[in-house]
Nanobody, 128 residues
Framework: QVQLVESGGGLVQTGGSLRLSCAASGRILSSYTMGWFRQAPGKEREFVAAISRNGSIRFYADSVKGRFTMSRDNAKNTVYLQMNSLKPEDTAVYFC?????????????????????WGQGTQVTVSS
């Protein structure tokens, strides 16, 4: 089992940047496909980004493409989400997720039900 802990959230103005981190413990992170999801009040959890085990393949939601970058450092057992040009509609709790195996094991990488492990989330608030 893998434990995930997110950090780096906070309050930022429109156009600003934040870098989220997700530290994993308990297992070797390089064995897991990783994802970032977010959930705003009253809304369902939605896909933000996903990354393959070696970091060579990445997927992004259309709403964040060109603004957000997901990366991973398997030596540090950590994944990141660099968020630039933030908008008020990016306000949400951001969750890190993990699925053992490659992208083929995940299946639909954009569905939160495809992942087995979750962090507690970190709040991101973008003021207008």
């Amino acid at each position: 089992q893998v434990q995930l802990v997110e950090s780096g959230g906070g309050l930022v103005q429109t156009g600003g940047s934040l870098r989220l981190s997700c530290a994993a413990s308990g297992r070797i992170l390089s064995s897991y496909t990783m994802g970032w999801f977010r959930q705003a009040p009253g809304k369902e959890r939605e896909f933000v980004a996903a990354i393959s085990r070696n970091g060579s393949i990445r997927f992004y939601a259309d709403s964040v493409k060109g603004r957000f970058t997901m990366s991973r450092d398997n030596a540090k057992n950590t994944v990141y989400l660099q968020m630039n040009s933030l908008k008020p509609e990016d306000t949400a709790v951001y969750f890190c997720s993990a699925k053992f195996g490659g992208l083929s094991a995940v299946g639909n990488y954009y569905e939160h039900t495809s992942y087995d492990y979750w962090g507690q989330g970190t709040q991101v608030t973008v003021s207008s």
